[in-house]
């Protein structure tokens, strides 16, 4: 892979084709307000790591689990942050509102709005098909707590359909 | 007041998207579709939550901004790497970006080809799925009944899903091209089936009609339907007027093993 020898022109081509995918993933799990700079964030740690990458799985799969791995650690980051500066009710800090309100759809702007535990899960299995027992690792929690917070986000979510 | 002592569903609510996942054994899976043949709540809320789920798997991704790259090039030491997209290419890019999950892919022969996976039969004019296992019949011969019967169930699950992310897109104002590209196959799908032998039942061949009709208005939208909102509103209203999701819906009741959305 030519961007992995350090050709940004390649590397480029990269980032056009799986830019929209990796954005929308960061919108929904951490908020419009945070998903440009962990875009950038994923995608510089993508071009330090692409000599890691080696083909084992779809440069979009890796690229995907990267992103996913990055988003929830700085999410756990900032959870640690708000609560140790706020209390406890910060952990239910849910995303801002869109900084882009002309964009933001009925169903896209509720998922913002749901809690931060039932949020990542809804996105993660809902919208990006990952498996309970995947998610479970990834989120540190019990598969039972997974299928639980998606459920939480169905119901909330079901109210948002017209 | 403690609505879980009184609740008679209170057992069922909380599992109702393990039984759309499919995450329930089998025993408990026999149970609650035992549960949902008398509890219209539970049918409605697993309705809901399907709709949810396929909502979910129908959002678009969205392109960040130019100056997302432009501060990504800068870090990694290639400011001169300009990302300058025009709108055909960001239409191609678009169109080669799959969605994520196969049952969205639809096309006139999935309705036929899957096959094997359960019976439909119809009893008291609703649609059941009982659980023996019926082999798909040899090219050129005539579809078998059941067979049919299971198609027809995959084909409203499928299109019950496509009204439902138009209803929503409509309601949101913009409708995506994809839903009309979506209504396009679902409409060849229609026609086979309303084509075949099998197709005897003049309650399903009243709704396969409509839905045809409805399919084709929604098919023929311009791909910025946002612009034209006297067409998406037409095809909105003709799901409605003609109440095709409740009418689906009565012929394929929650929870059929067709209708679930996996596979």
Redesign the interface.
């Given at each position: 892979m030519a961007a992995a020898a350090g050709d940004?022109?390649a590397?480029?081509r990269l980032?056009?084709?799986h830019?929209?995918?990796i954005?929308?993933l960061a919108?929904?799990m951490a908020g419009d307000g945070e998903?440009?700079e962990l875009?950038?964030d994923v995608?510089?740690r993508a071009?330090e790591k692409l000599r890691t990458f080696r083909g084992e799985s779809a440069f979009g799969t890796w690229l995907h689990r990267l992103a996913v791995n990055l988003i929830l650690a700085r999410r756990q980051q900032a959870s640690t942050r708000r609560a140790r500066d706020a209390g406890d009710e910060a952990l239910e800090w849910t995303p801002g509102r869109s900084a882009h309100p002309e964009?933001a759809?009925?169903?896209?702007t509720a998922i913002a709005k749901l809690p931060d535990g039932a949020r990542q899960v809804?996105v993660l299995f809902?919208?990006?098909?990952y498996r309970?027992d995947e998610i479970a690792e990834m989120l540190g929690v019990s598969v039972g707590t997974s299928?639980?917070q998606?459920?939480r986000a169905?119901?909330i979510?079901?109210e948002h359909?017209? | 007041m403690n609505d879980t002592v009184t609740d008679p569903h209170a057992e069922w609510t909380g599992r109702l998207s393990d039984y759309l996942d499919g995450e329930l054994p089998p025993g408990e899976r026999m149970a609650f579709d035992e549960h949902l043949r008398t509890c219209i709540g539970c049918r409605v809320m697993l309705d809901q939550l399907r709709a949810v789920k396929r909502r979910a798997s129908t959002l678009r991704d969205r392109d960040p901004g130019p100056h997302v790259w432009a501060g990504i090039a800068e870090r990694i030491g290639a400011p001169g790497i300009v990302i300058n997209d025009g709108p055909d290419e960001l239409a191609a890019r678009r169109e080669r970006r799959q969605i994520r999950f196969p049952w969205m892919r639809v096309a006139a022969a999935a309705a036929v080809l899957a096959l094997g996976v359960g019976i439909g039969r119809y009893s008291n004019g609703v649609m059941t799925l009982p659980t023996k296992h019926v082999e798909a019949p040899a090219p050129g011969t005539p579809m078998n009944r059941d067979a049919y019967r299971v198609a027809v169930a995959q084909h409203l699950g499928r299109t019950e899903a496509l009204l439902t992310s138009f209803r929503a897109e409509a309601a949101s104002g913009q409708v995506d091209a994809q839903v009309g590209e979506w209504a396009g196959q679902m409409l060849s799908s229609t026609r086979l089936l309303l084509d075949s032998p099998a197709a005897d039942d003049p309650r399903l061949r009243t709704l396969l009609e409509d839905l045809e009709l409805v399919l084709a208005q929604i098919a023929a939208l311009p791909r910025k339907a946002d612009s034209n909102t006297t067409e998406v509103d037409l095809a909105r209203r003709a799901v409605e007027e003609k109440q095709l999701l409740p009418r689906m819906q009565t012929l394929v009741p929650a929870g059929s093993p067709a209708t679930t959305g996996e596979s």
């Open positions: 940004g022109h590397f480029a980032y056009r084709e830019a929209g995918r954005h929308s919108r929904r998903a440009d875009t950038q995608f510089v071009w964009l759809m009925d169903f896209e809804f809902d919208v990006e098909g309970h299928k639980s998606l459920h169905r119901m979510l079901r359909l017209g | -």
